[in-house]
Structures are given as C-alpha cells and as structure tokens.
C-alpha cells in the first residue's frame, strides 16, 4: 500500500548543480502535480500532468522541468540550482480532477549552499 | 485569481478546548473545497472536503461547512485532542474543463494542543 513516494528524503546542492527529485504512484492515477512549500507560504504548484506525454506549467515553473513517460512516474528536474530553490518539494496525484483530493507523498526536503 | 486566506497561527489550545481555524476564499464558479492536515514529518493528508454549497465535510470530529454566501470554509473540532497538534491547510480545487483540478492553498496554520 505504496501509494506516492518520494526519493530522495533529504539533498544538499551546491549552486549550480543539478538533481532529479523521483516522484512514482501505484494508484493508477491520471493526474499528477509537484509542489513546493516554503515556510509560512503554503504550498505552491510548480507543474503539473493529466496524463503520460502532458504536462503544463503551474504557479512557480521557472528554474525546473517535468516529463511523464509513464502512468506511475512524474520526475522534478532542477537545471541549475539556485538557493531560491532551497525548499520542500511534495508530488501528488489524484484519479480525477477538481473533486477528488490529492494524495501526497512524504515530500524531499532540498537545501542549495 | 483563486485565492485561499486562513487566520494565522500558531494556536495553542488546551486539551478539550473547542478548536476553530477560519478560512475564506475567492473564486469564479463553483470550487470543490478541503482541509488538509499535515504531522511532523509528514506529507499532506485530506482531512475533509465538501463539493457545494452547503455541503458539510466531516471526518475524525472534525466539520466544515461549505459557505457560499460567506465564502467561507470553517475548520471546527469541539474537543482536540494532544494528537491533533499539526499543520492544517485549507484548499479550494480550480476546476477548468480538463485540465486538472489544481488546488490553491492557504498558508495553512498550526495548532499546538498542550495537556
């Protein structure tokens, strides 16, 4: 009873550096987002997909990159990190849009020095 | 644009205190609304969601009643319990035709239940 999980827990990078965050549900579901929160701000939607092959731009997109070749993986790519970027990143996924929840993976917590 | 404002926390409240977390809310059309619960640690779990208007979400004693003449989505609880010291984030979901229902948070508030 997997349902989202993420990997890793924790990162430090350096500026400049790069890292994929993994993000794999077994819920079989559609739909499937990458948040951030920082502190104080809830959380924010950075991208988000309806579907293998169909992502889209969230709230605060700048400085990252998704892909969704499959139903169960939705990968977070940083390019080139920047301290801006220093935050907690959470993947969900729901069946459905609007009326059903999302269910939340255990989030990375990410720090850029 | 869709926007979620709860009251601002921390709140500190004995055991077997009545517990209310205000949330408001602006949106065109009819947003489904929740309440997330996040422990240490943890990632985000829906605690309870209503789809219209004057829907009433309930689950672990906890309500909310969806207020569309007030905009409102209350979080109530008439006696917490130490355990349910947390994060709590009230979320309203756009929805857009197909393109997934994108939730808008607030900036959630934390309770602290002491004994």
């Known amino acids: 009873n997997a349902g989202v999980t993420q990997t890793p827990k924790f990162r430090i990078l350096k500026i400049g550096q790069s890292m994929t965050l993994q993000c794999t549900q077994d819920?079989?579901?559609?739909?499937m987002y990458w948040y951030r929160q920082d502190p104080g701000m809830g959380l924010k939607l950075i991208y988000y997909?309806?579907?293998?092959?169909?992502?889209d731009k969230g709230e605060v997109p700048n400085g990252y990159n998704v892909s969704r070749s499959t139903t169960e993986d939705f990968p977070l790519r940083l390019e080139l990190a920047a301290p801006s970027q220093t935050s907690v990143y959470f993947c969900?996924?729901?069946?459905?849009?609007?009326?059903?929840?999302?269910?939340f993976g255990d989030g990375t917590r990410l720090s850029i020095l | 644009g869709n926007s979620v404002t709860q009251m601002e926390g921390p709140v500190t409240l004995s055991e077997e205190a009545f517990l209310t977390i205000n949330c408001t809310y602006t949106a065109t059309g009819y947003p489904s609304l929740f309440w997330y619960v996040q422990y240490p640690g943890e990632g985000l779990q829906l605690l309870l969601k209503?789809?219209?208007?004057?829907d009433k979400g309930s689950n672990k004693g906890f309500e909310a009643t969806y207020r569309k003449e007030t905009t409102s989505f209350h979080l109530e609880k008439g006696s917490v319990q130490v355990s349910d010291s947390a994060v709590y984030f009230c979320a309203l979901s756009e929805i857009k035709g197909n393109q997934g229902g994108k939730l808008i948070f607030g900036q959630g508030t934390e309770l602290s239940v002491k004994p």
């Open positions: 969900a996924s729901s069946y459905t849009s609007g009326y059903q929840p999302q269910h």
């Open positions: 997909s309806v579907g293998a092959g169909i992502t």
């Open positions: 819920m079989n579901h559609n739909y």
């Open positions: 209503a789809t219209k208007a004057d």
